[in-house]
Every structure is written in C-alpha cells, then in structure tokens.
C-alpha cells in the first residue's frame, strides 16, 4: 500500500472517529491500531510502544504538567484570585469598562501563575459574570472578554502548551518561555485597549460602577499591596529561576507549587479536604493529557513508519509556493483544526509534519514560527463548533445568557488574535529579542 494512501486513510479514521463524538486520545490510539492491521504490519506496534516509552513516560520536562495543575489548584483554594479580582475590580471602578479591565489584568496574572484554562476561565467566570451582568454590562461583552482573556494561560509562561511545544521541537522550554512573553502580554493588553474603545464609544455595553462601591485611595493601595504580592512573588519565583537559568522548568514548577502551598499555608485556608481535592483534580487534568500524548504518540509513531509522515511532507514541499504563502497555509491548518481538536491533538500531529520543513527554509526562525503557532492556538479555544472556552462558560453562566451571545462575544476577540498574529508576523523580534538577549552569549 503506498504511503500516500496510508495518510489518507489515518486521517480519514481520525475525522470520522471524532464526528462520532469518541475521546480524542482513544480514537488517536485506536487509529493507530487499526492502521497497521489495514495495511498489514501489525509488528509496528512493538516499535511504537518503545517511542511511547522513551519519548513520553521517561520524559523529565512533562513532570512540569502535573506541578503546574497542582499549583493553580492551590492557588484558586487559597483565594488568591478572588482578593486580586476584587481589589483589582475596586481600583477600576473610576474607569470606563473598569470591571472588564479588571477581568482582563486578572487573566493576565492567572496566565502567568497557573496556565490552565479550564481553571482561569471557571474562576472569572464565578468570580466577574454576575457581578458585570448585574451592573448592567452587556452579556456579549462580558462572555467575550471572560472567555478571551481566560485563554491567555497558554500563551503566557508558564504555560503548559509550551512546555509540551518543547518536549516535541528542538526549543528549550526556556527559550519558548522567553519568546511568548512579550506576544502574550502585548496580546491581553489589546483586549484591555479594546475593551476600554468599546466602552467609551458604546456607554449602553459597560456603565459605570456606582459611586457607594467606591472606596478611599490610601485603603485601595493598602489592598493592592496585600493582595498583589504574594501572585508576584510566585510569578517571579518561577519565570525568574527559569529564565535566568537557576532551574530548569520541571525544578521552576516545583518551585511555584512549594509556594503556592506556602500562600494557602499564610492564608490559613489549609484544609485536608481541599488539600486531597487539589490533589485528585491534578491526577484527573495530567491523566486526560497523558493520555491524549500518548495516543498521539501512537498516531504519529504509526504515521510515520508507515511513510504517510514522509508522502505529506512531499505533498507540501512540492507546492509551487513561496515561503511566506507556505507558512500561511500551515498556519491557516492549524486555524481550521483548532475549530475540531484541542491545542494539545494539533501540537501532537502539525509538529512532526510543520516543524522540519520549518527547519528547512533559509532565514526563518524555528522559534517565531513554533510562538507564532501558539498564538493562533488561542483560536482553538473560541471557535465553534469545539471551543472549550465556549462550553467551559456556559456551564457557569446564568441561564439567560444564550450560547448565541456567547459565541458573538468572543468573535471581536477571535480577530484581535488573528491581528496580534500578523504583528508577530511581521515583527519577528516581539519573539526572539528576549531569547536572544538572556541565552546569546
């Protein structure tokens, strides 16, 4: 059976599995097994059962998932994010749109301390939905930026996607840490641009909080002190030790779940019940991902012996393109799969196809392409039909939001992405100045 035909009918079963409404890792796993019963080398299996575990279970980086689960876990138990949210909700309430501003900051710090999405988005959600509704804000408005901006935990190290970029590519997690920083807060700074224009330009969207909910200047900044420190301390505690090279990021995230205990510790909130929730939901979240890598692994492991790696790198090598359009064109894939599968699925199997023909091209930074690819994952989080973002907000929204305003919210937000990934596009050193400027030697 030639390769070409191989490809077709993995990906085939792939799309046909996940329209049935099966698991994601299952139908990868499953695809794999059936592929070489098809094509009649079910002795593949062996050697994919060694790649599964050499390439996944002794893999020392992936340790970092599970410790940053656990540290989110801690921190959301410790109330951390509820005093930020409402010091942060105080401190705006002068401004236009200042609760939404808030949500957005709020997201931005969750980003840099957790990166879990389901965790930031469920926590904004609980934490600013009803309080905007109630004070008039627009269900449109609201949903879109508490979705958007919860999203910002997989592009703002310490992330988990880029953890999981750098054990698939050549990139040191540290260099993809220090090379989505910039794009990830330039990112949540133009929400909070564009959430401040709608507010002044559309006043019906985002009123102005009441005067009694204000409160006096010196105690606001007593409040910000108390309740910003201890998130900076943790943010500066991991990033630091990362990029300055002091640890490595398995190290760094142990480093931010030691501390995250150490807030649930100063804060006395310590229960034994809460202590061996954390620990189950983190078994939960690092299994659902194990599993996915694992399949995918499989998937690829087969995709690849079988030579239907090998045929669809032809396929795209051979288009009469021209690098930039090439690039485009991968991009735009991964736009469209991001509308199906979860970022973890199109990392697993874009990565081996993308990144050596990456590799190839005179001139082009592996590093830019590899952020410029997170930043169009954040996609895969709003669009519908998938958009976990989508689903995670309706389970917690009130029942008189509909999935419809929902939806239209986060589309505003779906094109501020694809703007900031023209802007990284064009401007390559948003990317790699600050890589190049703490590893170059």
């Not at 060694?50 to 970092?64: E, M, P």
């Not at 998938?386 to 239209?408: E, W």
Request: charged share 10%.
């Amino acid at each position: 059976m030639n390769p070409e035909l191989i490809a077709l009918i993995m990906f085939g079963l792939l799309v046909l599995g996940l329209f049935m409404g099966h698991p994601l890792a299952f139908v990868l796993g499953g695809t794999a097994v059936l592929t070489t019963f098809i094509v009649g080398k079910p002795m593949v299996l062996g050697i994919v059962i060694n790649r599964i575990y050499g390439d996944v279970l002794d893999n020392y980086t992936l340790i970092a998932i599970p410790l940053f689960v656990l540290m989110a876990r801690f921190l959301s138990d410790s109330g951390v994010t509820d005093r930020m949210f409402e010091t942060l909700r105080l401190l705006m309430s002068r401004v236009r749109g200042g609760l939404a501003l808030a949500v957005v900051f709020i997201s931005i710090l969750l980003a840099a301390t957790t990166g879990i999405i389901g965790a930031s988005i469920t926590v904004m959600g609980v934490m600013a939905m009803r309080p905007m509704l109630k004070y008039g804000y627009a269900p449109t408005l609201t949903s879109g930026v508490i979705a958007a901006s919860g999203c910002l935990g997989i592009l703002i190290p310490p992330s988990i996607m880029l953890i999981l970029m750098a054990s698939y590519s050549p990139l040191s997690v540290g260099e993809l840490f220090a090379g989505a920083m910039l794009p990830g807060v330039l990112l949540g700074l133009s929400y909070a641009v564009y959430v401040y224009v709608i507010s002044v330009l559309r006043p019906d969207l985002a009123p102005m909080v009441e005067a009694e909910e204000k409160i006096s200047r010196g105690e606001l900044m007593r409040m910000l002190v108390i309740e910003a420190m201890p998130p900076l301390v943790l943010i500066f505690g991991i990033l630091g030790t990362l990029l300055l090279g002091i640890a490595t990021a398995t190290e760094a995230s142990a480093i931010g779940a030691a501390l995250a205990l150490l807030i649930v510790l100063m804060r006395r909130k310590f229960e034994w019940k809460t202590f061996y929730s954390a620990m189950l939901e983190t078994g939960r979240t690092s299994a659902m991902i194990l599993f996915i890598v694992v399949g995918a692994t499989a998937f690829t492991g087969v995709f690849n012996i079988t030579g239907g790696l090998r045929a669809t790198q032809e396929i795209i090598r051979t288009l009469d393109m021209e690098p930039w359009m090439l690039m485009t064109m991968m991009l735009f894939i991964v736009f469209i799969l991001g509308a199906f599968l979860d970022w973890t699925g199109i990392v697993l199997l874009s990565f081996p196809i993308f990144l050596p023909i990456i590799q190839e091209m005179e001139g082009v930074s592996l590093l830019w392409f590899v952020v410029l690819m997170a930043v169009v994952l954040q996609t895969s989080f709003l669009t519908p039909p998938f958009g976990y973002a989508l689903f995670y907000l309706r389970a917690i929204a009130p029942s008189d939001v509909r999935t419809g305003q929902i939806i239209k919210g986060v589309l505003p937000f779906i094109g501020l992405i694809v703007v900031m990934c023209m802007v990284v596009a064009l401007f390559p050193p948003l990317v790699t100045w600050l890589p190049e400027t703490l590893y170059t030697k």
